[in-house]
Each structure stands twice: as C-alpha cells, then as structure tokens.
C-alpha cells in the first residue's frame, strides 16, 4: 500500500493506493488562509501537520488492515512558502504563502543587484516565489530573520513532522530561486543574495527517492508494520504531472485549481523569462518542465459564488453549454498576475455589463476570463518553442464541462478528462511514494483512466481567438488607468 498526501491552500489530501495504484480509501481535512493586510496571505504551519494527522487517522479508520502495509509515502504540496523554523525546529512565524504579494519592492531590488536570478534561477524574481519573501523579513523583522535556522516549504515542514529529516525535493526546491536548476542543485550565489547560505537550507533529494522513513511513533499511531519511506515528493503541480502520466518530455496539462496552471514536460532546461513562464525541475530525474501561471482561476470562481450567495457547482450549471463568449468581460486578476505580466498589484475588472447582465453572464464571464488567461500562458510558451495539442485537466474546475469545453475551443486543444481529476497532486505523490518503495521508476507514473476527451469546436475556436484579441487590450487599458 502507498500514502499519498497533498498540502493544498485550502484543504489537506490523503489517499491510499494498493500495487495496482487502485483507491483503496481517501480522506480530506480543510485548512483556513490568514490576511492580516491587504496583499498579504499566511497560513500556520502547524495547521498542515494537525491537518495530515486527521487525514491519516481517518484512513486508519477507514481501512486498518490495509494502512498496516504502508510500504511507501509520497508528499506534495503548494509551493513557494516560506517557513522559518529555529534551530529547535519550531516555526517562527506564520508561513508566507505563494500568493502573497508584499516583497514586490524586494523583488524589483533583487533581480536588479543579481541577474543570475534570471540565469541560473530561470525565472523573473516575483512575490510569490520563496526568495524574495525571505528578503522581506530580512528588511522588516530583522529578529526572526536572525533566528532562522532552517528554511522550508511547506510539503518539507510535514516531512520534517513526519521522519525527523530536513530534505526538500527538486521540483518544490526550484521554485524558492535559490536553486540552479540546469544543475539540480543549491546556488550559493543565490543564496548570498538574500543573506543566506546551505545550512539553512534542507539537503536535495530526487522526487521518486527515499528522503527518510516515517518515525517508529507515528508508524505505530496509524498501525503501520514497518518503517515506511518518505519519498521525496513534488510540488503541486509537478506531482500533479507524476498523477497524470505527464513525465515524458512533451506531455501536458492543465490545472483547474485555487490557481490556474498550463505545465509542459521537457527533456531541458527551457526558461522564457521574459514571457513570465515559470521554468523548474520535474519531480522525476533529468527531466524539467515549464509552466504558465495564474493566480486565480477557480478563485474567481469562488470569489463570484461568495459575492452572489450561491455554490460554485450551481454557478457553472447555469450554462448548459456556449455558443460563443460571453457578453461581458472579466479579468481574473483578483491578486495579480504571474503568466504573462509579472504583475503584483494589477486588479481584475468586469467590462461590458449592463442593466439585463445576470448571474449566467458573470459565469460565463468569469470562465472566459480564466480561460482567456490561460491563452496568454500557452501564447508565453510557444514564444520560447514550445507546442501543445493535448492537455489533461486535472483540479477542482475539470467537473465542469462546460468550462473545459471553452478551454479546449480556446487553446485549440483536445482536453483530456481523468475520471479522478481531483486526486491528481495526491496521486502523483503517491506514486512518488510507490517509485521510492521500489526504488525505480519504471511503470510507476502510467496515463490514469480517462472519463472522457473533448475536442476543440471550430467554430468556437473562431469567434474565442476574436474575442481574446479584444481581450487582451484590457489590460493595458487598465494600467494606463491606474488600476
């Protein structure tokens, strides 16, 4: 049996697979976001721990037997946060989570006094990454940075609860800017950079390898014979990839979550940095990956159904099916924008309403404007080479049909749908967990089940490439405002 547990923004995942990687069992716990200021978003760290201790103590409860043959447990989780830990190993503050944005000024200083961030790192220096976050404290709680002893991301801190070990991952460890990622390894220039050095950062281990063994204690809380490895993990979105099959160069998805995601596996290093495009290692070895980024896609979702006091679920089933774009235009920049603009303190904006606009019209809206931008992140990635012409969806928004159906017309794509389009970060660190049990690979990361593919419209794909030429005129628009 194999553990997969996924650290997500809004909730904890836990599934359990047997050989076959078929669900034997699976349990969810729900985490809160904290926004002291505006522009800021916390989280504690020790809530990830007490989350995955619920999680696991369901699965023991749900299926006894089967926990005891725990050989393997993988770990992902949301990257990019920044948790400080002293040299006791507790936490010193909340940690920063990906989608903060107070380090803009830390960012711009950066990138401008050390240009192998673009380099080596790959990647712009933008607030959501861990590097400039660490900036941020060092300039304004001089204490706490000084008592830093050991920085983590979050999926690493529950490792570190879990076996005792501080290990990080290539996939998540690319994404704090501190890596050199051709080589897979920690920049000391980078680090220097921000005041740091390697012993404050966790060892380096591939994503499919044994990153320590889970503690006899906690081997006996959920009735596990054995020690267990803890294998490296990913990232959430390169385990959603490992979930997916997406390991070979080439393959793709797209990701439907809190965020919007558009991931590509290549054989290289392949950074675009002046499109945005985030470039990082894979959580499989000598392989990379590149990837478009959106704060918010089904946030803006979610934000709407607040706003109108009803479910997301009964949003979306208010469209049957499209015919063309909506009416009305929504940017979903409800926190900024990575993919294409780099743009912390951009703000979304709906266009076009009128006196007979209704509930329907804002979703509809609100799925163009996701969609829309996932248009700029595949426009990003064909700049720097790369082409796509089938995606899996995988997250929350791949229920709806409907939205997928705009996407695909969209991008010009065929959008594949996995009948566990949920469970895709969970499953990929599952397996991840499988491949360090095994201690290979092979046969681990297969394709997943499809419910169903659907191909682009033609006649939609017409009438969206037209309006997503009059979309795109919005964002200048708003800046020249002041927006």
């Not at 979610?302 to 949003?315: E, G, I, M, Q, V």
């Not at 089933?317 to 774009?325: E, F, N, Q």
Request: glycine residues 10%.
């Amino acid at each position: 049996m194999y553990i997969g547990l996924d650290i997500g923004t809004s909730s904890v995942k836990a599934i359990l697979l047997n050989e076959d990687q078929a669900l034997i069992s699976s349990a969810t716990a729900e985490l809160t976001v904290q926004r002291p200021h505006p522009g800021w978003s916390e989280q504690d760290p020790d809530s990830w721990w007490t989350a995955c201790q619920t999680v696991l103590d369901a699965l023991k409860a749900q299926a006894p037997k089967e926990m005891a043959a725990v050989r393997g447990i993988g770990l992902s989780g949301h990257m990019h946060g920044a948790t400080l830990l002293d040299d006791a190993g507790r936490p010193l503050r909340p940690c920063i989570l990906w989608n903060d944005g107070r380090s803009g000024q830390q960012c711009a200083e950066l990138q401008a006094a050390e240009p192998k961030f673009l380099t080596l790192g790959g990647n712009l220096v933008m607030p959501g990454f861990t590097a400039p976050k660490l900036q941020w404290v060092r300039e304004n709680e001089p204490d706490i940075f000084a008592r830093t002893a050991m920085v983590l991301l979050p999926k690493d801190y529950v490792r570190f609860r879990l076996t005792g070990e501080y290990a990080g991952d290539m996939s998540d460890s690319a994404g704090t800017l501190w890596m050199d990622v051709a080589k897979r390894d920690w920049s000391d220039d980078l680090l220097v950079a921000t005041g740091l050095t390697r012993k404050h950062m966790p060892r380096l281990v591939e994503g499919s390898e044994s990153s320590g063994t889970l503690k006899p204690d906690l081997c006996a809380r959920w009735g596990i014979d054995g020690t267990p490895v803890v294998a490296g993990g990913g990232g959430d979105n390169a385990a959603s990839a490992c979930g997916v099959g997406a390991v070979d160069p080439g393959s793709a998805f797209v990701s439907l979550g809190t965020s919007g995601v558009l991931f590509v596996t290549n054989d290289r290093f392949s950074p675009n940095v002046e499109g945005a495009v985030h470039a990082f290692c894979h959580a499989v070895p000598d392989t990379w990956h590149q990837m478009g980024v959106i704060l918010s896609a089904t946030d803006s979702l979610n934000w709407l159904a607040r706003t109108l006091k009803k479910s997301p679920a009964d949003l979306t089933g208010l469209l049957d099916k499209v015919s063309g774009p909506s009416a009305v235009s929504f940017l979903p920049y409800l926190g900024g924008e990575r993919t294409p603009h780099n743009d912390v303190d951009i703000r979304a904006g709906f266009m076009g309403i009128s006196h007979e606009t209704d509930d329907a019209d804002l979703t509809h809206a609100v799925l163009d404007g996701v969609a829309f931008a996932l248009k700029d992140c595949l426009e990003a990635l064909s700049v720097a080479g790369t082409k796509i012409d089938r995606v899996l969806a995988v997250g929350g928004g791949s229920r709806s049909q409907v939205w997928l159906e705009i996407i695909a017309s969209l991008l010009d794509v065929t959008v594949d749908v996995p009948v566990d389009g949920d469970f895709g970060a969970s499953l990929g660190a599952a397996r991840l967990g499988h491949a360090a049990a095994l201690g290979t690979t092979e046969g681990v990361f297969s394709r997943p089940q499809l419910k169903t593919s659907i191909d682009p419209d033609p006649a939609l794909t017409e009438t969206y490439a037209e309006a997503y030429g009059q979309w795109r005129k919005l964002y200048p628009a708003l800046k020249q405002a002041g927006f």
